[in-house]
């Protein structure tokens, strides 16, 4: 069964930093597109960054600069580094992954695995 956990949400005040870690169990990360979403209250999931095949990146434009998405195959983790967060970036953060998926493209929403989500909360 393939289950994925993330880590490392918190509070922390305007400009510091955190990041976020997404453990898969059940399945190898590869060459799939995986990405990191975001939901605040009274909000749809958006994207905040993807990870392709090819290596490719994507970040939202509100965090293009100031978030990081990379990725550890030995150790089975997806990362979001987060800097100089701003009280917007409060929200539960997903990880998501789709083995069957080479690249992010069409709806994301539809990415086979979804993790329970981490909370990241932002005071200004």
């Known amino acids: 069964q393939v289950q994925l956990a993330e880590s490392g949400g918190g509070s922390v005040q305007a400009g510091g930093s955190l990041r976020l870690s997404c453990t898969a169990s059940?399945?190898?990360?590869?060459?799939?597109?995986m990405g990191w979403f975001r939901q605040a209250p009274g909000k749809e999931r958006a994207v905040v960054a993807t990870?392709?095949?090819?290596?490719?990146?994507t970040y939202a434009d509100s965090v293009k600069g100031r978030f990081t998405i990379s990725k550890d195959n030995v150790k089975n983790t997806l990362y979001l580094q987060m800097n100089s967060l701003k009280p917007e970036d409060t929200a539960m953060y997903y990880c998501?992954?789709?083995?069957?998926?080479?690249?992010?493209?069409?709806?994301?929403?539809?990415?086979?695995?979804w993790g329970q989500g981490t909370q990241v909360t932002v005071s200004s």
């Open positions: 998501a992954a789709d083995p069957t998926r080479a690249y992010c493209m069409g709806n994301l929403a539809t990415l086979r695995y």
């Open positions: 059940g399945y190898s990360y590869g060459r799939y597109c």
């Open positions: 990870s392709d095949s090819r290596g490719t990146t």
